[in-house]
């Protein structure tokens, strides 16, 4: 006699538990669809630094890259060196943007605008009057090749004591463009300012050649090619993000090993 009703119960219960679990998918779904709509009406990353992302995804690459840079980079920590007879003789070459021919060193200055807006030019004899360091490293191209080579150059770092650029070097970034301004990089300090960084005025023991960056390039080898930037014209410094030619279209700003 009871057993129907208590059949009936049994049915209400899971019609009602039935209910609440489409209910509650209702509810996620709306969420979803929410969220989506949000990120997609977020507005887009500020235009020119990188390739173009909604803003809220932006901040989130870089907050990561933040994070694994912390995690990785250790100022002691040295990129792995060789011997000199491991350095190529014959030097790869990729892509020449803003570095076609050769500069008479006589027509080129270094320019390095300082914090309160003056501009130091700076001739490459300056530059080699200056302690000489060298590096023979695993050079690595983003396009999949890598190969040991032989630099020489003033260290970074001590290009910014030599030169009292200490106020510029408490800043974020470095920036630097070639003299016709068609390549251009973006450093973070903490990588320009690395032991291994070079303004690089040889290769193999020679002057640099035209295609591989002279009169003067950078040598950064805690970063991939696309940063070593060949025929330096000028140099900035910056709390924000200096434009950067391979970001712009889509690379890692870091560009870090
Ligand atoms: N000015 C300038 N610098 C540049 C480039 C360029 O096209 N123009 N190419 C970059 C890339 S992608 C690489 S891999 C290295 C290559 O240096 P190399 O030609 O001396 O091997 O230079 C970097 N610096
Ligand atoms: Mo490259």
């Excluded at 003056?118 to 360091?133: C, R």
Aim: proline content about 6%; glycine content about 8%; charged content about 25%.
């Amino acid at each position: 006699m009871n057993k129907p009703e208590k059949e009936t119960t049994v049915d209400q219960q899971i019609r009602r538990r039935t209910f609440i679990s489409f209910g509650l998918f209702g509810v996620y779904v709306a969420g979803a669809v929410g969220a989506w709509r949000w990120l997609y009406k977020s507005p887009n990353e500020v235009p020119g630094i990188t390739s173009g992302a909604h803003a809220p995804l932006r901040k989130a690459l870089n907050k990561t890259e933040i994070f694994f840079r912390r995690l990785a980079f250790n100022e002691s920590h040295l990129v792995k060196t060789y011997p000199k007879e491991m350095a190529a003789k014959k030097v790869r070459f990729n892509s020449d943007i803003g570095t076609e021919g050769v500069l008479p060193p006589e027509q080129w200055t270094l320019q390095v605008t300082k914090k309160n807006g003056q501009v130091l030019k700076i001739s490459l004899d300056q530059i080699k009057q200056l302690p000489k360091t060298e590096i023979i490293y695993d050079f690595k191209c983003v396009e999949g090749w890598d190969q040991i080579s032989h630099w020489g150059g003033l260290k970074f770092a001590d290009f910014i004591k030599h030169f009292g650029l200490e106020e510029e070097a408490k800043m974020d970034f470095v920036g630097m463009e070639t003299p016709d301004q068609k390549y251009y990089v973006g450093i973070d300090m903490p990588s320009a300012l690395h032991p291994q960084t070079l303004l690089a005025y040889e290769m193999n023991e020679k002057s640099l050649p035209g295609r591989h960056g002279q009169p003067l390039r950078l040598i950064i080898p805690v970063k991939y090619g696309i940063k070593n930037l060949k025929r330096i014209g000028n140099i900035t410094f910056s709390n924000t993000r200096p434009h950067d030619y391979w970001a712009e279209l889509g690379y890692d700003y870091y560009s870090g090993l």
